[in-house]
């Protein structure tokens, strides 16, 4: 069974996968202080829960946009998995697509995971929205090529940055207001961050495919997406499990490509 790993800035995904399906997915916080030691203490019960244990697992893939994690994610596999993982960004994992932006090297692991696992459930060019600590818009052309993006700031992020600065101003949940002109503080600065934040993806997206000159699809992913999915027909679909989902799709393309190498490559 493959492990898959999506370490984000607030969030680590894991995921099991059979070979057929995903069996389990679980959801922690990004702590970079965090070893590997306890990175198993997290996993073992959790794995436990679902009739599975360490040694069900045979190969493990990592994506992250936490530098400082990696470390031990990687000896999280090498100490409990017995296996030597896959990174997103390593100059031997394969991707098959082309990133065409001025510093390839620079774009998220996870932008790019999810370019992956968009265009193979897609067609045509695309939009990925992907709500996480930021909110980026990334473009996936008809090929499958990452064409590029925007980046803006998360909805909790823009909350917290909202208290941090104002000192007569709370700390507030994102959440829909029942109307736009709120009576109070509170649902006030609601309506602005989620309203505003509707009004952000609308916007960006219409001025995407203005710019771009081609019909596009969008599809929304990431931790808030189905929060502002239901309230906007900018985005038509709804995909949460598209990072997890392009990540198996790597680990099997290396996974082949390997099988095919000459043995003295």
């Known amino acids: 069974m493959l492990l898959a790993i999506d370490a984000g800035n607030t969030n680590i995904v894991f995921a099991v996968h059979d070979g057929k399906e995903i069996r389990a997915e679980w959801r922690a916080v990004t702590e970079t202080t965090r070893t590997s030691d306890e990175y198993a203490v997290l996993l073992q019960p959790l794995l436990q829960l679902q009739g599975l244990a360490f040694d069900d697992i045979t190969s493990a893939i990592i994506a992250t946009v936490v530098p400082a994690a990696l470390f031990d994610l990687r000896q999280l596999c090498r100490k409990y998995l017995k296996c030597e993982p896959l990174v997103v960004g390593d100059p031997d994992v394969d991707l098959g697509i082309d990133v065409n932006v001025d510093r390839p090297s620079a774009v998220g692991a996870d932008r790019l995971v999810n370019t992956v696992a968009a265009h193979e459930r897609y067609k045509g060019a695309l939009i990925v929205v992907d709500f996480g600590t930021a909110t980026t818009f990334d473009i996936v052309s008809a090929k499958g090529d990452y ?119």
């Open 147 to 265: 064409e590029g993006g925007v980046i803006a700031p998360g909805a909790n992020l823009s909350a917290e940055a909202l208290h941090g600065a104002a000192a007569m101003l709370p700390r507030v949940a994102v959440g829909r207001t029942q109307s736009v002109i709120g009576k109070d503080t509170v649902p006030a600065m609601q309506s602005g961050l989620y309203w505003g934040y509707i009004s952000l993806i609308e916007g960006l997206v219409a001025r995407i495919r203005e710019e771009y000159g081609k019909p596009m699809s969008v599809i929304g992913t990431g931790g808030l997406a189905n929060l502002f999915y239901k309230q906007t027909s900018a985005i038509e679909y709804l995909d949460p499990d598209l990072t997890i989902r392009g990540l198996i799709q790597i680990h099997a393309r290396n996974i082949e490509r390997a099988k095919d190498k000459p043995p003295n490559a």
